[in-house]
């Protein structure tokens, strides 16, 4: 039976329940994000961002821009 895994999102450190071993039925598998948006979230996060997260980085494009330009 899958297991939850509890993580801290690396975006804004809020503790969220991830479905590692079953990631089509996680979250964050409702979201569609665009390739630029995956790239940024791979060359600035190293593992899994909260749904908040997700949804805000994909209907944000400008928050890219500024992340870019804060790291």
């Not at 450190?13 to 079953?22: A, H, P, S």
């Not at 598998?29 to 979230?41: G, H, Q, Y």
Request: aromatic share 6%; charged share 30%.
């Amino acid at each position: 039976m899958p297991q939850h895994e509890s993580k801290v999102c690396q975006r804004c450190l809020r503790n969220f329940g991830c479905k590692v071993d079953d990631v089509v039925n996680c979250e964050c598998s409702s979201i569609a994000l665009t390739d630029e948006a995956r790239m940024f979230i791979r060359n600035h996060y190293t593992d899994c961002l909260c749904i908040n997260c997700l949804k805000e980085l994909k209907n944000k494009n400008v928050l890219f821009k500024k992340e870019i330009l804060e790291s």
